[in-house]
């Protein structure tokens, strides 16, 4: 008995799987790598470690040992095996044994669905694995059209590079890798006879784990070439005589979290973003994209020192961030994300699977930084400029809006009174900044720290989270927009805040009052080096070049003769620069932003632990109870002149 194609082809027309032949290399699942602004690769990221290679990069032996163990007739069928198809057609009909009878072709049919077009599927896939004479006729019948289409090359290139070793290794390239060390095309007779081999169960012929079954497999493979007239009886000896030679498996970790500490975060706001402009969680796990970050390995490390000398990865309950932005007029590039914490899942290492860096994850806020918000409003509005004295008691009580209780407030501190508002930007003082608020109108500083950068904190609730319809808690169901419409506390920074936002409100003010979304990528491409296209954020007008460089002038004595000097004295800092400090009551989190040179930066300190308290200065810093605590200017400031010192130099 024969079987001829149109024979295959009969009944089975509706279940058809159409597979384009031209498509079988363009859609395979391949490795992501993200590297720096430089192209050095920082992760990499995929569900199948496979690596596509064209066939001139695959060597000789491992298309022989392949040929010979699978389908010794390769290349004289046409994609079936008429008397292998006649055979399991036969048994199956009758209800004897299942049979095998699968060419190459067939294979690379079953193994792109399995393994491709429904590796998510589940319930396909099991019904692409079924041993049903279905199944095996709808396979047929795509073999037989992808020989009319594709040479006998193409085919076993892409079934090479298709199928599955172990684990998340897919395709012979990347086995090479995993399994010697190699590539595909510099493979041995008994390293090709191995994998060939692994093929067929890649479970029962794992080197690793059953090795006597693998080197028994390769050896039955290294006879089959011998067979098959691919190699000559000296060559089959010493192929079985040489050891198994695997190493590793040699697996590159398939998530952000193998990045290197200073990284890590980085690595995972890249994928965020892109997702969020447009490329699919598809596209970036499985796509084989290169992502070329702006991220500058030299500022980034220079960073993850300064922030791990002030406080080191595991010390309990307290983190520190550092967000560096490069300022500019089209774009505002990110240099490094970092934090003393590192990316990953093992807390009691120090480590978080929260980006610290780019969420609102300061949930105490910035304290007195909140203060260049009223003061652009103010400049802005012509409420008050650098040289207006500002009334300045000690304490004042402030009204409230639709409240018979006044907002009492004091300053922590001996302040003159009145205060010029540059002496007041240089020394935070809180009464003076409130009642400046006040003549602004509360509305209008709320609305200029969106403006300036706050825009993802902004939308977010009071607890730092995207606001609730269904609590009725004002704090829980309001953006921060909305809840601090009227709360004079606004100013004083109480209120929780995203590092990498509070660092690109000094880049908005250095780039002439622009303000650009934080962008962590330069590039995206595909596997073929072709762009990616993906929905980058714009820049816009935020506040005046006239405010802008105003407030900066007023933002330029804090390290001079404001709450930063002594620690900018202790660094031996000279440069000129601007910034400005902020400690929040009950000193649970402080902070400093500022901007030097082409670099805008914040540095946070906030306790993050289960049960947080006060910050408290020292080596390191810690959660304890030390009086008054640790401010921005003594803590918070000290990575910031550290990390600037190492990248620009003393």
Same mark, same amino acid.
């Given at each position: ?55 001139? *990069?695959?060597?000789?032996? #491992? ?5 010979? $163990? ?48 429904? *590796? ?13 004479? &279905?199944?095996? #006729? ?40 995993? =399994? +010697?060390?190699?590539? @595909? ?12 081999? #692994? ?8 080197? =690793? ?5 693998? %080197? ?19 060559? @089959? ?28 975060? +980085? ?27 702006? #991220? ?74 909140? *203060?260049? +918000? ?40 001996? =302040?003159?009174?009145? $205060? ?10 809180? &009464? ?6 006040? !003549? ?39 953006? !921060? ?59 816009? %007008? ?10 900066? &002038?007023?933002?330029? %004595? ?5 709450? &930063? ?33 082409? =670099? ?51």
């Amino acid at each position: 008995m024969t079987i001829s194609a149109g024979v295959v082809a009969a009944d089975v027309s509706d279940s058809v799987v159409r597979i384009a032949p031209a498509s079988i290399s363009k859609d395979l699942p391949g490795v992501t790598t993200v590297t720096d602004r430089d192209g050095t690769p920082i992760a990499t990221v995929f569900d199948q470690y496979r690596i596509a290679v064209t066939g001139d *990069k695959i060597s000789a032996a #491992m298309k022989n040992a392949v040929v010979s $163990i699978e389908d010794r007739r390769f290349y004289q069928e046409h994609g079936i095996d008429p008397k292998g198809v006649a055979r399991a057609a036969i048994s199956d009909a009758t209800g004897g044994d299942h049979q095998g009878g699968s060419t190459i072709t067939q294979q690379l049919v079953k193994n792109y669905l399995i393994n491709v077009a429904d *590796k998510d599927n589940p319930a396909a896939q099991a019904a692409d694995r079924a041993d049903t004479l &279905t199944r095996k #006729m709808r396979e047929a019948r795509s073999a037989i059209e992808l020989d009319k289409h594709l040479s006998k090359d193409e085919i076993l290139t892409d079934y090479l590079n298709v199928v599955e070793f172990t684990g998340k290794i897919y395709g012979v390239e990347a086995a090479a890798r995993a =399994y +010697f060390g190699t590539t @595909a095309d510099k493979l041995t007779v008994p390293q090709a006879a191995l994998l060939a081999g #692994m093929v067929n169960n890649p479970t029962t012929f794992n080197p =690793y784990t059953k090795p006597v079954n693998a %080197q028994h497999r390769r050896d039955m493979v290294i006879d089959a070439m011998l067979a098959n007239k691919a190699i000559d009886a000296q060559t @089959a000896a010493q192929a079985k005589a040489a050891p198994l030679g695997v190493t590793g498996p040699n697996v590159p970790s398939s998530t952000c979290y193998s990045a290197q500490p200073d990284a890590g975060f +980085f690595c995972q706001y890249a994928l965020t973003y892109l997702q969020q402009a447009g490329i699919s969680q598809e596209q970036l796990t499985n796509g084989g994209l290169t992502i070329k970050t702006t #991220m500058d390995s030299k500022v980034s490390a220079a960073a993850k020192n300064a922030v791990d000398a002030n406080v080191p990865t595991k010390q309990p309950g307290v983190a520190n961030t550092m967000a560096i932005v490069s300022p500019g007029s089209t774009s505002h590039e990110i240099l490094a994300l970092v934090a003393n914490r590192t990316l990953g899942t093992d807390a009691s290492q120090g480590q978080t699977t929260r980006n610290l860096v780019t969420e609102v994850s300061d949930p105490f806020g910035s304290g007195s930084v909140f *203060k260049i +918000f009223t003061a652009a409003a103010a400049l802005e509005s012509g409420t008050a400029t650098l040289d207006t004295q500002l009334p300045n008691p000690p304490s004042q009580c402030f009204p409230v809006p639709g409240n018979r209780n006044c907002y009492t407030v004091h300053n922590d501190g001996n =302040y003159s009174d009145p $205060i010029s508002l540059t002496n007041g930007l240089a020394t935070s003082p809180n &009464t003076a900044f409130v009642g400046l608020e006040q !003549q602004v109108g509360v509305p209008a500083v709320v609305a200029m720290a969106s403006r300036l950068g706050l825009r993802t904190t902004m939308q977010s609730n009071a607890a730092g989270q995207k606001p609730d319809p269904n609590s009725n808690d004002p704090q829980r169901n309001q953006s !921060q927009t909305q809840y601090f419409q009227d709360k004079p506390s606004f100013t004083l920074g109480n209120s929780p805040v995203s590092p990498l936002e509070l660092a690109n409100v000094p880049a908005t003010l250095m780039s002439g009052g622009i303000w650009c979304a934080p962008t962590p990528v330069l590039s995206v491409t595909d596997a073929a080096g072709n762009p990616v296209s993906y929905q980058a954020s714009g820049c816009e %007008q935020a506040i005046s070049s006239d405010v802008a460089s105003t407030l900066m &002038t007023g933002l330029s %004595q804090d390290t001079v003769s404001g709450t &930063t000097a002594a620690s900018a004295h202790a660094a031996g800092w000279t440069r000129p620069d601007i910034g400005k400090t902020g400690t929040t009551q009950t000193n649970q989190s402080v902070a400093f932003v500022g901007g030097v040179d082409r =670099y805008a930066v914040s540095s946070l300190v906030f306790a993050d632990g289960n049960k947080p308290g006060q910050l408290c200065p020292g080596t390191p810093v810690h959660i304890g109870s030390c009086g008054h605590g640790a401010f921005g200017g003594t803590v918070a400031a000290p990575p910031y002149f550290k990390a600037m010192q190492a990248i620009l130099g003393r």
